[in-house]
């Protein structure tokens, strides 16, 4: 397998946040986040399929390869070879916060309390 063929890597993403950071985050509206139950039920989920990946690496590649197309080999490389972690930590949430408001993208500065939702 030839790796990110006719690709270069400019800027890997410790790099240009000055540390490690998540990339993977999921959002909810405050209602939903109010219905306790759903978002418990969310997490619980998050916490089973990470445990399922960590634990089940073979099972996972198979399942994955087919559902998304992509031969065993390569995928495995992409869920285990590349550093990742599972994990629910965050880490990098106020550099990215900042990022995002010196694009433009926020207008203000919000803290992990109002942008992290924890039991």
Avoid: C, P
Avoid at 14 to 26: L, N, P, Y
Avoid at 48 to 72: K, Q, T
Wanted: proline share 0%.
């Amino acid at each position: 397998m030839e790796e990110n063929e006719g690709m270069i890597q400019v800027l890997s993403g410790k790099e240009a946040f000055g540390g490690d950071f998540t990339f993977i985050v999921g959002t909810l509206r405050k209602e939903m986040a109010e219905k306790n139950e759903t978002v418990k039920a969310v997490q619980s989920a998050l916490e089973e399929a990470m445990d399922f990946l960590m634990n089940n690496r073979d099972e996972s590649v198979e399942i994955l390869s087919e559902a998304y197309g992509i031969d065993a080999e390569t995928l495995r490389v992409y869920l285990y070879d590349k550093g990742i972690e599972y994990t629910q930590e965050i880490e990098g949430l106020e550099d990215f916060v900042e990022f995002m408001i010196h694009q433009g993208y926020l207008s203000e500065s919000m803290g992990q309390k109002t942008l992290v939702w924890s039991e």
